[in-house]
């Protein structure tokens, strides 16, 4: 099993950008009133923030980090690594994570790379970015976690469409020798590869004139070869199955259980799942923050988003033991336990 | 576990249903106005009541409340 145990470092920051342009569910008419009342009950989501056209998820990461820069009051030379994990780059090619360390005006002894992960990709950004630094030689980094998944879902598609919801976010990573270590359990089940997924574009099916074809693929659902394609009981079934055992697991690894968590903090994927995946745990509400009510599935950024959205003042008064757990595309999944302490967090911004 | 209390879970968890609108017999698809979403309501209360996994192919197979019953008893660890 993937246990990590890493030392020594911290969150000194965390911040977040959503687009200003909202849309409504209530106002999704591509289904019926009745289906849209339930789809708002049982997903969860009211409203979602929708990137305009031209702007990416690296823009609304470079706004939250201008912000936490300027409040952290941290020195640019001295950041060593920038991590930036999404499934909406700028380009196929290069990475963003080299053209963002420009845009910020970073040192060229920098290193700078992107990873390719949705929905678990703040527990494997965060395992990613501690794993160079723990040697102490990297004292601070920046890890971006973002999507802009509207630009992929299919307005015609009801099991996507009105899920997802765009946003950026960053979180700045110091060492420091007297933190408490992390603790992670990292999983990766690629059988499920086909639940989430984008058809053509890649090199596996490479982008032609018939991946532009809309079709109806059911009722409520047509989409093209270059849509998201998301297969919801597979998703449903897969989580179900695997987040208990996960966490379930990485507690007794380290001796630790449920009752000294102050909050654990899941990835948004909806509201029957993550309610589901609650009561199988036997948590009581107050533990277990969500924000997908007003922002929906931000994929991986919908961790640090809800800290940000529900946990904001208390962690940046005091110290908080934290169970952070995150699953989907891939199917990849993970979870990490971890010690905040007077974190920095500007309050949410908008571009 | 008993079917009598399975159809009234079903009947808690479905906000259009009456009490006593489901019987064994009921092809669920006709009661419910049937998609994903109740496809997966229907998934979540057996998965925490029951600790039983419905996988869509189970869905497709069955016909009525009484099919689905019997899945989930099947699969019980006994």
């Known amino acids: 099993m993937a246990f990590l145990t890493i030392p020594h470092i911290r969150i000194a920051g965390l911040a977040a950008t959503v687009p200003r342009n909202k849309e409504q569910n209530a106002c999704y008419h591509w289904i019926s009133k009745k289906e849209r009342e339930s789809l708002i009950k049982n997903i969860g989501v ?37 991590v930036f994990v999404s ?26 790379y992107d990873i390719s992960l949705g929905c678990s990709g703040y527990v494997y950004g965060l395992a990613a970015a501690s794993s160079m630094m723990k040697s102490g030689a990297i004292k601070r980094a920046l890890l971006m976690v973002g999507d802009i998944s509207s630009i992929t ?31 992670f359990n990292l999983q990766t089940d ?4 086909k639940a989430l997924m984008i058809q053509d574009g890649g090199a596996r099916n490479r982008m ?16 093209s ?32 259980t449920l009752d000294l968590i102050d ?5 948004q994927a909806n509201r029957l799942i993550n309610e589901t995946l609650r009561k199988m745990l036997r948590l009581e509400p107050e533990k277990v923050p969500y924000s997908l009510k007003d922002f929906g599935n931000t994929s991986g950024s919908s961790v640090p988003l809800t800290m940000i959205v529900s946990l904001r003042e208390e962690m940046q008064k005091r110290k908080l033991n934290l169970l952070l757990s995150a699953f989907g595309v891939g199917l990849s999944w993970g979870s990490v336990l971890l010690e905040t302490d007077r974190v920095c967090i500007p309050e949410l911004m908008e571009l | 576990m008993n079917i009598e209390t399975f159809i009234k879970q079903i009947e808690d968890e479905f906000d259009d249903l009456k009490p006593g609108a489901l019987k064994p017999e ?21 998965k925490t009541e029951y600790d039983v996994t419905i996988t869509a192919d189970d869905l497709i197979k069955s016909k009525t409340l009484q099919d689905i019953y019997y899945i989930i008893e099947s699969r019980i660890q006994k």
Not at chain 1, 190 to 193: E, M, P, Q
Not at chain 1, 231 to 254: A, Y
Not at chain 1, 263 to 267: E, G, P
Not at chain 2, 26 to 44: D, G, H, Q, V, Y
């Open chain 2, 26 to 46: 009921t092809p669920f698809r006709e009661k419910f106005e049937w998609n994903s979403i109740n496809a997966l309501i229907l998934i979540a209360m057996v």
């Open chain 1, 46 to 82: 009211e409203t979602r923030r929708i990137a305009p056209k031209g702007m990416t998820t690296a823009d609304l990461c470079v706004v939250a980090t201008e912000q936490l820069l300027k409040e952290l009051d941290w020195d640019r030379a001295g950041i060593d690594l920038l």
């Open chain 1, 225 to 256: 070869r270059l849509n998201l394609e998301l297969d919801g009981i597979e998703v449903f079934n897969f989580s179900l199955r695997e987040v208990v055992p996960n966490i379930k697991n990485l507690l007794s690894h380290t001796g630790s």
């Open chain 1, 87 to 112: 499934q909406s780059r700028d380009y196929l090619v290069p990475t963003t994570a080299c053209i963002v360390q420009d845009r910020l005006n970073l040192s060229h002894a920098c290193i700078a």
């Open chain 1, 208 to 223: 032609s004139r018939k991946s532009f074809e809309v079709k109806k693929v059911s009722k409520g659902i047509h989409r």
């Open chain 1, 190 to 193: 690629g059988s499920g590869y």
């Open chain 1, 263 to 267: 909050y654990l903090v899941f990835h």
């Open chain 1, 153 to 183: 879902a299919s307005y015609r598609d009801k099991s996507t469409y009105p899920l997802f919801g765009d946003v950026g976010t960053v979180t700045a990573l110091e060492f420091r020798e007297e933190t408490s270590p992390w603790h």
